[in-house]
């Protein structure tokens, strides 16, 4: 089984934040703790984590062009990439053109809408059966295209995970995906 990973999602899972809220007041702790413990449920569960290549696009946008290598080579092994092709762009076009009227955000523009219909659509392209974002707009569009649409849990049904999770990584927690030197200070919005 597949399931794609939203950018917020892989960045929460994958880099540490020193900040105690992000810009909407989410508790960031709490958040790089759920996406963790995502990660390793999907792994412990045998689950092929999905990275659209659009959402690796935006991770790598926070990270000097010199770590980029670095960074794909871990993805590398631990996620799979789908390409944003020429069908992913004809699902993404034709979901596009069926959200006309899906509400747009405060601030945001149709464009956002539209690299979110590339995001989804490249995860269903992979097959993904389950789609996690924390965006209710991603998860919905997920759900149109068949998808499974997930928030982050809030826990683990694995116990061991959960109690991983809460632990620093020098008493036994779940260590970042990425080594410190190749992460920016702080997460994207």
Same mark, same amino acid.
């Given at each position: 089984m597949r399931a794609g990973l939203d950018n917020n999602i892989l960045v929460w899972a994958t880099r540490m934040d020193p900040r105690p809220v992000d810009g909407g007041?989410?508790?960031?702790?709490?958040?790089?703790?759920?996406?963790? +413990?995502?990660?390793?449920?999907?792994?412990?569960? !045998?689950?092929?984590?999905?990275?659209?290549?659009?959402? *690796?696009?935006?991770? *790598?946008? &926070?990270?000097n062009t010199a770590k980029h290598g670095n960074v794909i080579a871990v993805f590398k092994e631990l996620f799979f990439t789908?390409?944003?092709?020429?069908?992913? &762009?004809?699902?993404? &076009?034709? *979901?596009?053109? !069926? +959200?006309? +009227?899906?509400?747009?955000?405060?601030?945001?523009?149709?464009?956002? *809408?539209?690299?979110? +219909?590339?995001v989804v659509a490249s995860a269903h392209v992979a097959r993904c059966s389950t789609f996690y974002s924390n965006d209710k707009r991603c998860r919905k569009l997920a759900e149109m295209l068949g998808m499974i649409a997930r928030d982050l849990p809030t826990h683990s049904e694995d116990l061991l995970i959960n109690l991983e999770a809460g632990l620093p990584p020098s008493e036994g927690g779940l260590p970042p995906i990425l080594p410190p030197d190749d992460l920016p200070p702080f997460a994207l919005e």
């Open positions: 007041g989410r508790d960031i702790a709490d958040l790089q703790r759920r996406a963790q +413990t995502l990660v390793a449920d999907l792994n412990q569960k !045998s689950f092929d984590i999905v990275i659209p290549a659009v959402v *690796l696009s935006e991770y *790598l946008c &926070a990270i789908q390409p944003f092709d020429d069908h992913a &762009a004809a699902v993404a &076009a034709s *979901l596009y053109r !069926s +959200t006309r +009227t899906l509400e747009v955000e405060p601030g945001q523009t149709k464009r956002v *809408l539209k690299i979110d +219909t590339m």
